[in-house]
């Protein structure tokens, strides 16, 4: 067993793991350096105090996962299904964090650092960005039907090319937002303000 720097726990190095069912046959913990992880189901898993850096999950359900205590850093997600996962638990560097197509629904990231993240063609509904600090993240394409935005810093975040937007101007911080015209009319109506 190759050790890990971290809480001797075991170091899985570049390995692949294709087609694992996690749910019947338990993931080692440990540290998971470089790792490929490709259509593996993780679904309602206990993953607490895992450590992934630089790993990519493709096409991988972690819905309803404990991820508490775990490490993410420089880990894309693509094509994940990552439902009900609650973030603020973790011990991730999110701004090396990248989410391309994935369903992030009922997801907590309230209180987190999320400067600089970015989420392509996410589904985020019923999103939990509560008192998080998105500033100068970007979001394209992706759906916020129900998201929560609550004391949050909105300052220079790219939303623009986004649907399902709905927030309240005055408890959030946005100088320099960036939204579509569409959306903001529909902010706007919240205020009973109609354009035009």
Known sequence: MVQSKYLDLELFYD???IRQDFTEIKLSKGEFESCHFSNCNFSMQFLTSYIFL?????ACDISNANINDSSFGDVSFNSCKLI?????????????????????NKTDFSGQDLKNLYFTACSLKEVDFSE??????????????????????????????????????????????????SEAANILRMYKIILG
């Open 15 to 17: 390995k692949e793991f």
């Open 54 to 58: 630089s790993c990519t999950f493709d």
């Open 84 to 104: 009900g996962l609650n973030f603020n638990e973790t011990r991730s560097d999110f701004q090396s964090i990248k989410f391309t197509d994935c369903q992030l």
């Open 132 to 181: 998080s600090d998105l500033r100068n993240g970007k979001f394209d394409n992706c759906s916020f039907d129900g998201a929560v935005f609550d004391r949050s810093d909105l300052r220079n975040l790219d939303l623009r090319r986004n649907t399902g937007l709905s927030f309240n101007l005055e408890s959030n911080k946005i100088d320099g937002l960036r939204i579509d015209e």
